[in-house]
């Protein structure tokens, strides 16, 4: 910690003993030999005097190069070894944030704009630091007009890489410049997405046609990502009233990564009419949902044996994460199939006959309260409940840990036989 000058402080008086010129001296030096320094003196000098707005920008890139200047050289370790520990990952970050936060302020010379430019492409270019975002919003900030973004542009195309293209495609866009933006759009024309951008592009430019013609040549041969480009010809379709071609449409976007939420969402929009057509379609589809959705969508639809074919391949959730949807399916369905029910929960107790830690017993016993709930509460068979119980008591005698953790939340656990 710094400390503070007191009265007949020695460098206080030999400060106020040094002429103007010796302390311009002293303070190029220092600000020469730590970046840091340089930097507090221009935000404290330009706190402090008034001078003219070319040399607040000359200033304030001085500024953000000594910025750049201390993160250097941490920088390039990280480009060097493609990443490093948290603390100098972390100490980097912090300081590009800072530097980015100057340039937006847009308040920064040319000069140093270009300068920063040009130190942090090859970063950019090399994409090995593990920074990328920041360094791109870097140099995003060093462009204040239409001409650093165009030069900012052929920056990334020179570079050839495939997301160094996206970007300059992105900034020819946003400039407006057709040919550049259709030069570089037409070189990659595989996903939905890619399709959609296209077609928004020319929807935007008032070619409503080709936009459609586009997009319609994406429905049929992109592969993959293809919401966006879905979501547009849907709108199109709604728009002239196309409403078979609109379903058809939203069914294809339901069923693509099918969930409850879609399931639940296309059926709404659905007449009564158009859900006899599409029902067993969508039926047809859930082999290709998540197991967690399948159970959902049984569950929604009261069809409690496809949900219990669906519970009972799996088994009863052995960590704090997840599984909690699943307890409660098997928790409404206990009196409709108790055998199976029983089965599901017994199959979260594992192996009892073991060491574990204490944390383990805890949850095997909270089971263990569903397993007697089942058989005693459900079956109504509290013989069979005492058999296994007292048998697995007996088994786990040798464990205190275990015997008190069951005493705590199983009924009678200290009464049974064991």
């Known amino acids: 910690m710094a400390r503070k000058p007191k009265k007949g402080d020695a460098l206080s008086e030999l400060l106020s003993a040094a002429s ?19 930097r507090g003196c221009f935000d404290f000098l330009k706190s402090q ?28 370790e990280l480009d060097d070894y493609g990443g490093g520990d948290y603390a100098t990952t972390d100490h980097v970050a912090d300081l590009l944030d800072q530097v980015r936060e100057r340039l937006d302020s847009q308040k920064v010379d040319a000069d140093s704009r270009q300068e920063i430019l040009d130190v942090t492409l090859p970063f950019i270019e090399s994409g090995n630091a593990g920074l990328d975002d920041m360094l791109y919003d870097i140099a995003y900030a060093t462009c204040y007009d239409d001409d650093d973004l165009r030069s900012l542009a052929q920056n990334f195309e020179a570079m050839k890489g495939e997301w160094k293209t996206v970007h300059a495609r992105r900034i020819y866009r946003r400039l407006g410049d057709r040919d550049k933006y259709l030069q570089l759009r037409s070189q990659q024309m595989e996903l939905g997405a890619d399709y959609h951008d296209m077609a928004t592009f020319y929807w935007d430019s008032g070619e409503q046609e080709k936009a459609l013609r586009v997009a319609e040549k994406g429905l049929h041969k992109a592969k993959g990502r293809m919401d966006e ?18 379903m058809a449409l939203q069914f294809d976007q339901a069923t693509d990564g099918l969930t409850f939420e879609k399931y639940v969402a296309f059926k709404k929009l659905c007449s009564a009419e158009e859900w006899c057509l599409y029902e067993p379609q969508i039926l047809l589809q859930l082999k290709n949902a998540g197991a967690g959705n399948r159970l959902k969508i049984r569950m929604h639809r009261k069809e409690y044996d496809e949900a219990l074919a669906i519970l009972s391949k799996g088994r009863y959730p052995i960590s704090s994460w997840g599984g909690e949807y699943e307890i409660q399916v098997a928790q409404k369905l206990e009196k409709r199939y108790p055998e199976k029910i029983l089965k599901y929960y017994l199959s979260g107790l594992g192996n009892l006959d073991r060491n574990a830690e204490r944390k383990e017993y805890a949850r095997n016993a909270k089971i263990m309260v569903k397993v007697r709930h089942m058989l005693v509460e459900v079956l109504g068979d509290g013989a069979r409940w005492e058999k296994f119980a007292s048998k697995i008591k007996k088994d786990n005698l040798r464990r205190p840990a275990f015997q008190q953790e069951f005493a705590k939340v199983v009924p009678g656990w200290r009464e049974l036989n064991g």
């Open 20 to 38: 103007h010129k010796v302390l311009s001296q002293l303070i190029v030096e220092l600000a020469t030999e730590f970046p840091d320094v340089r």
């Open 49 to 76: 005097v008034s001078v003219s707005e070319a040399l607040i920008q000359r200033s304030e890139g001085e500024a953000v190069l000594a910025l750049w200047s201390e993160l250097a050289p941490d920088l390039e």
């Open 229 to 246: 480009l879905r979501a547009f010809v849907t709108a199109r379709a709604e728009e002239t009233g196309d409403r078979e071609k609109y």
